[in-house]
Nanobody, 130 residues
Framework: QVQLVESGGGLVQPGGSLRLSCAASGFSLDSYAVSWFRQAPGKEREGVSCISSSIRGTYYANDYADSVKGRFIITRDDAKNTVYLQMNSLKPEDTAVYYC???????????????????WGQGTQVTVSS
């Protein structure tokens, strides 16, 4: 069964950190770019960050959301078939359900349009509150 499973969410105070994981099962992630999205209550799902597959030994990362630049870092460990999102200096406005997804292509798209992604995880809740 092809599946993406997110984990690592939780309740954290403003200024804190969390690391989200996106683990794949039933298929290998190493040929595909993987993106993180988030959806806050009443808002559309928005792209956060993306990491490409290894392209001649280099991984390319895109930050789609300006608000996360300099605070969130996306990485991957293909040996573990997992992609991570390190989130630092968290703010209340980062509160959302976070999803990982792939459109089965090796490079990150220029823009993160949720409808183009066919494989999604179930999401993990991140709540930033004092």
């Amino acid at each position: 069964q092809v599946q993406l499973v997110e984990s690592g969410g939780g309740l954290v105070q403003p200024g804190g950190s969390l690391r989200l994981s996106c683990a794949a099962s039933g298929f290998s992630l190493d040929s595909y770019a993987v993106s993180w999205f988030r959806q806050a209550p009443g808002k559309e799902r928005e792209g956060v960050s993306c990491i490409s597959s290894s392209i001649r030994g280099t991984y390319y990362a895109n930050d789609y959301a300006d608000s996360v630049k300099g605070r969130f870092i996306i990485t991957r460990d293909d040996a573990k078939n997992t992609v991570y999102l390190q989130m630092n200096s968290l703010k209340p406005e980062d509160t959302a359900v976070y999803y990982c997804a792939t459109d089965s292509r090796p490079r990150c798209p220029e823009t993160a349009v949720a409808g183009r992604f066919g494989s999604w995880g179930q999401g993990t809740q991140v709540t930033v509150s004092s």
